[in-house]
């Protein structure tokens, strides 16, 4: 007795934690608990220096969303989690293709090539050359589809990066969670403001 | 840093000790700061296990014999159980030791019991040299990343350096919001070093845990208001009542609000079984009234309790009708399997009080008869032939029966898993809060022998009756040793049919009568105790049942009593897997 999910799809899911050792794996076993893949996640400083700031990237629903969020959230070393649909947030992919240089500059327009996908060549040398693009994820892959029939030697992209566009930053919230005694700030939370978006504690 | 250098035996003095529990800074190693810590913080009682990665500690240790109690156990599992009896009956942290490896692997399903049922416990194992992790060294197992499903935190501690802060942490964490077990896994180098220790701070902030949320009188108000136009409330408890040590708030809140009251297996006691408005017990084996109004009630009232899918039976089909009031200190269980309307975060030690104070007066005559009809129906389908039997055969409702009235439900009652559980849960008397010891969520069979060790541990001045099945008394039966050396005076109530009951009961009913392996055999279990020099007796007859429950609690020490009782008996009323809580069935 199954039942179908519905209305899964893109979330981003913005962890900000302290730097520390086994934390990555506490979070992950949230995920591989339920079953649940990892479609993206990016581990990088945040704008304030010692915190830190998980990117991840499921495809599901809200619901389970939110409930893993508070999951993550629960993790003694985790100060806060927002979780947003990709219409809330400011996201880029980065991606690196190898190609041989003698084929590429032969049968490609590269010039085009660089200004119709925004790329740049990172690296020239005679035996190879490499690409790089920033974007979503339709935008890297189309430069891989173009650059197929060239002998694509390599590829790779990174995780996704988001920025949240209704976000204050976090340097106003981790005071209050410096004091000893929390504000409202810090304890307000889902089920009286607003059920949705914005998980806090 | 660590350094390489091979262990050196650790000069070690109680003058140290007594020193750097003074204001000035003094240099120990990490071994002696780590049981300066366990005294800083109050423990009386460790459980635990010695081996080759701690035994710097235990080697400490040999000096802190008048003011550290240390319990030799027979087996890791045994001694994490056993500290989740002593937090279980005393409120406090539960300490263990063990060493690398096995001994560290030992410990899991007490961590996972202990994660799942929110006991607070520190547990500390030794661990090879830092400079030896990640080798395959002898008995090194890579401890925390085993238990982190299983710990509410947990943490390896390289510089002996390190050792007093991790310590604090760990017993803050363990205790506050919502308890649960903590792991710190110590390198045997952390606790040969010798360093400079400042005198001990406890942890009360750590800037990333929030155990304490900000009551919000919004919730509050609402609440009320729902319960001040309900005709026909409910009230459902469960641990958090214990944990919040909220039971005279609870009360109050009963008794001032009038609304009937139903726990769940581990909220047992904190109203007691004989209180008025106490309706019965929640779930899968509960009673029948309050399974059923469940689906009948305007407004349910959840406190401290985590819709456990054996409470709630179908998602689907549970209270549907009602409207949701959640109480609870952690906000993940909210909205988790049962949508509240009014989500009510906190320390219900807090909360409680502030409903209370808005709440009217009440009594709901009407429908408190609903529960008593109820009742009228289950003792006439189940209760009185389980407690009072025509039949020849002992019951093992009859047993808890004689022992309700020979300890007038003052006693501690730890069980184990499986039917016993049920029946000793269903019929036990508890006049007290933490008089019920059980595995709820885990289901750890082999859990009842341990814990009850650790409840008399925490709790010395109380009766403790392990109810044990002669299943899950297999599983442990090595801590009989402890129960010999220590000579801790626990009553060992062994019920025996002769089955792995509660699944030849699924096989009865569920599958054809097909019992594939429940037919379990036993050792003579009154000869094994001798052997332990434990007293014991087996009975087969009505005749002798009472005296000797009687012969076994008043014996002046540790006493095993086996009864055999009746084979194939199911315990009823039952949710069956799959059903709502409605379709409960009396046969």
Partial sequence: MTQQPIDRQEYNITAYTENQVGLLNRIAIIFSRRKINIESLNTSPSEIEGIHRFNIVVVETEEVVRKIARQIEKQVEVLKVYFNPNEDVIWQEMALYKVPTDIIAERALVERLLREHGARAVVIRKDYTVFETTGHREETDKLLTVLQPYGLIEFVRSARIAIIKGSEGFHHKLREFERIEPGQEVSENDYLNSRDKVFTM | ?587
């Fill in chain 2, 1 to 587: 840093m660590y350094t390489n250098q091979q262990p050196q035996p650790v000069p070690t003095s109680p003058e140290i000790a007594v020193a750097a529990t003074e204001s000035a800074t003094r240099t120990l190693s990490g071994a002696e700061a780590t049981l300066l810590a366990l005294l800083a913080e109050g423990v009386d009682t460790v459980f635990g296990y010695p081996g080759g990665a701690i035994i710097p500690i235990y080697d400490a240790l040999y000096d802190f014999k008048e003011q550290l109690n240390h319990v030799l156990v027979r087996h890791e599992q045994g001694g994490i159980h056993a500290a989740q009896g002593y937090a279980r009956s005393s409120g406090k942290v539960g300490v263990v030791f063990a060493t690398s490896g096995p001994g560290a692997t030992n410990l899991v399903t007490g961590l996972a019991d202990a994660q799942i049922d929110s006991t607070p416990l520190v547990c500390i194992t030794g661990q090879v040299f830092a400079h030896l992790l990640g080798t395959d060294a002898f008995q090194e197992t890579d401890i925390l990343n085993i238990t982190t499903p299983v710990t509410k935190w947990n943490h390896q501690v390289t510089d002996a350096s390190e050792i007093p802060a991790a310590l604090a942490k760990a017993f803050y964490i363990a205790r506050s919001g919502r308890p649960g077990p903590v792991l710190i896994d110590i390198t045997k180098n952390a606790q040969i070093q010798k360093a400079d220790f400042e005198p001990y701070q406890p942890c009360n902030h750590i800037r990333s845990y929030r155990p304490q949320p900000l009551v919000r009188p919004e919730y509050i108000a609402q609440a009320a208001e729902l319960i001040n136009k309900a005709k026909r409330p409910l009230v459902l408890w469960g641990q958090g009542v214990l944990l919040g040590k909220a039971e005279q708030e609870f009360a109050q809140f009963i008794e001032k609000s009038g609304i009937p009251a139903a726990w769940t297996i581990l909220g047992a006691g904190a109203l007691p079984t004989g209180h008025p408005l106490n309706v019965g017990m929640l779930g899968m084996h509960g009673n029948y009234g309050p399974n059923v109004l469940t689906n009948e009630c305007d407004v349910l009232i959840a406190i401290g309790m985590r819709f456990d899918d054996r409470v709630t039976g179908r998602l689907d089909k549970y209270a549907k009708q009602a409207q949701i009031i959640h109480l609870d200190i952690d906000p993940t269980e909210i909205d988790k399997n049962v949508k509240a309307t009014v989500p009510v975060w906190g320390d219900c030690m807090e909360t409680l009080p502030l409903l209370t104070q808005l709440v009217e007066a009440r009594t709901y005559p009407e429908w408190r008869q609903r529960f008593l009809d109820h009742d009228a129906e289950e003792i006439a389908a189940v209760i009185q032939e389980e407690l009072f039997p025509t039949s020849d055969e002992l019951t093992m409702g009859e047993v808890i029966q004689h022992l309700n009235e020979l300890t007038q439900g003052n006693a501690i009652i730890v069980t184990d898993v499986g039917q016993h559980q049920m029946v000793a849960c269903r019929y036990a008397k508890l006049n007290h809060t933490r008089s019920n010891i059980t595995s709820g969520g885990l289901g750890t069979m082999g859990f009842a022998l341990p814990a009850a060790i650790g409840a008399k541990y925490g709790r010395p001045d109380r009766t403790v009756v392990a109810v044990i099945g002669d299943g899950g008394i297999q599983m442990t039966i090595q801590e009989l040793g402890t129960i010999m050396q220590t000579g801790v005076n626990v009553k060992i109530l062994l019920l025996n049919n002769q089955f792995l009951g509660m699944v030849r009961q699924w096989q009865e009913m569920f599958h054809d009568r097909r019992y594939s392996f429940v037919d379990i055999a036993s050792p003579d279990y009154v000869t094994v105790a001798k052997g332990y020099s434990i007293a014991g007796r087996r009975v087969d007859t009505r005749a002798e049942l009472h005296a000797a429950l009687q012969q076994m609690l008043e014996h002046p020490g540790s006493f095993l009593l086996e009864v055999m009782v009746t084979r194939e008996n199911n315990i009823f009323p039952m949710v069956p897997q799959g059903c709502g809580v409605g379709e409960i069935r009396l046969k």
